[in-house]
């Protein structure tokens, strides 16, 4: 099956710092999503992008599905953004399959 | 509002019973997941539906069994044949179709096996 590949796995930032997370992916793939799992367990999502670039708010996303990766940009961080996040990508074959990441486990402190 | 209601949240049991997690969606998605999770882990999928009285095993299917009578409901058993059975659970939903695998999670429900 599909391999996904996160980096970092663990980051630590001071607030009001920059980041980059990472996800690598093996194979094409129709579709793909950014998640954060807050303390609670909870997924957000955050954005469903299988190509090309968005952005919100401090958040944005890009795509390159040709090279086979995907980055997600924090800017000006904040405590309440600490927690993991997981790439996920979808694969069809008569089905939607989704298969997610290690996840980069990102810590921001004041 | 529109969304994912996973029920208990939290749920204790003795080894060797079986427990049944409820999950219900109110978006008329046609596809649902469970989902796996262990502490530190990523997500792993369990079993999964596209369409009502219709399901696939997952990468880890084993000791977990899964029914879908209604397009809203997609609840989770796990069974005592399951090994090691405490974990986070999360069901998920998406609409049907090559590019609208978009996923939402409930809240997840948390089982701890005694």
Redesign the interface.
């Known amino acids: 099956?599909i391999q996904v590949e996160q980096s970092p796995p663990d980051l630590i930032l001071q607030e009001g710092a920059n980041s980059t997370l990472r996800c690598n992916f093996s194979d094409s793939v129709?579709?793909l999503?950014w998640?954060h799992q807050n303390p609670?367990?909870?997924?957000i999502?955050l954005f469903?992008i299988?190509s090309g670039t968005k952005q919100n708010g401090r958040l944005s996303a890009t795509t390159v599905a040709t090279e086979r990766y995907s980055l997600l940009y924090i800017s000006s961080s904040q405590t309440t953004d600490s927690g993991v996040y997981?790439c996920?990508v979808?694969v069809?074959g008569g089905?939607?399959?989704?298969?997610?990441?290690?996840?980069t486990k990102l810590q921001v402190i004041p | 509002d529109g969304g994912i209601t996973q029920s208990p949240k939290y749920l204790f049991r003795k080894e060797g019973q079986n427990v049944t997690l409820s999950c219900e969606q109110n978006l008329n998605h046609d596809?649902m997941?469970w989902?796996r999770?262990d502490p530190g882990?990523?997500?792993?999928?369990i079993y999964?539906s596209?369409i009502v009285n219709d399901f696939?095993k997952?990468?880890i299917a084993e000791g977990y069994s899964v029914s879908r009578e209604k397009k809203e409901s997609f609840p989770l058993t796990v069974t005592s044949a399951q090994k090691n059975p405490t974990a986070?659970y999360?069901c998920a939903s998406?609409r049907?179709?090559?590019?609208?695998?978009?996923?939402?999670?409930g809240?997840?429900s948390?089982l701890t096996v005694l």
């Open positions: 099956g129709n579709n999503q998640f609670w367990g909870q997924l999502n469903y299988p997981f996920a979808g069809s089905y939607q399959k989704v298969t997610f990441g290690t996840g | 596809a997941y989902y999770q882990q990523g997500l792993r999928l999964y596209q696939q997952g990468d986070f999360l998406s049907q179709g090559l590019n609208t695998g978009e996923l939402f999670f809240e997840g948390r």
